[in-house]
């Protein structure tokens, strides 16, 4: 089974200088490699939108998304409006209105879609995310998020940006007996982090991604880059993939 994830579109108003970048055009690019590679699954993790959420924008995307026919799942990230996204993409499976979280499988794998576009989690949905780990301990789990659980070694997000409550998630995902996958973006760059059996991988923006060096905002490149996921029952291998990424004219 291959899933591809994308994240971090910040795609603007039609006029909006987002970075410099044609954001839209980068979007379509990476869906017309999709097409071709044809996954199981598409995840898009979060700011889908540049700076705010906006019912046009959302529209937009998932026009396009839904052109591709392949099945894909969106959570927000901290530029989004999670009540919002919620009724664009139709998403019934959540429990909290202002929050959007859910479990689903795909194909035989557990995977768990947790909503941290607030830099925190609600305790309902704190609550919830303890109930599902109980429920498949033996199991690997794969788990999308917008935000890193935890710091990654890049000083201006993780002073400026990082997740707020991280020893508490931590603890709880620390607590699941087998390995979980953790895939989120937000960063702006590829990274690997693990710590015992929680393996968090950061995948690039499809916009720019940032120096990871640097204290203060400073972009690195602008190749749009995305990751392709592949599941076996023995095996999960993970592919970057970048595309040389347009600028606005
Ligand atoms: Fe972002």
Redesign the pocket.
Same mark, same amino acid.
């Given at each position: 089974m291959i899933i591809v994830q994308i994240t971090?579109l910040?795609i603007g108003q039609a006029n909006a200088d987002t970075y410099g970048v044609d954001i839209r055009h980068n979007f379509l690019m990476v869906l017309g490699e999709l097409k071709t590679l044809d996954p199981d699954y598409i995840v898009i993790t979060g700011?889908l939108c540049y700076e705010y959420g906006e019912l046009e924008i959302y529209r937009w995307i998932k026009s396009k998304m839904d052109n591709l026919k392949i099945p894909y799942l969106v959570i927000p %990230?901290? +530029?989004d409006d999670s009540a919002m996204m919620r009724e664009v993409f139709e998403i019934e499976y959540t429990q909290e209105e202002d929050e959007i979280f859910f479990a689903k499988r795909l194909g035989k794998q557990r995977a768990l879609f947790l909503d941290s576009s607030q830099a925190s989690m609600s305790d309902i949905q704190l609550k919830w995310l303890k109930r599902q780990l109980k429920q498949s301990a033996d199991e690997p789990l794969l788990i999308f998020t917008h935000y890193p659980p935890m710091k990654a070694g890049v000083p201006f997000m993780d002073t400026k940006h990082s997740y707020k409550e991280s020893s508490e998630l931590l603890e709880i995902l620390e607590e699941y007996p087998s390995n979980i996958y953790l895939f989120c %973006? +937000?960063y +702006?760059i590829d990274r690997l982090l693990s710590q015992k059996k929680l393996h968090v991988q950061i995948s690039p923006?499809i916009i720019c991604q940032i120096d990871s060096y640097s204290k203060e905002f400073k972009i690195d490149h602008y190749k749009a880059g995305y990751r392709v996921i592949e599941l076996s029952k023995e095996s999960l291998i993970t592919s970057l993939h970048y595309l040389e990424g347009k600028m606005l004219a």
């Open positions: 971090d910040h700011d %990230g901290n +530029h %973006g +937000h +702006h923006s």
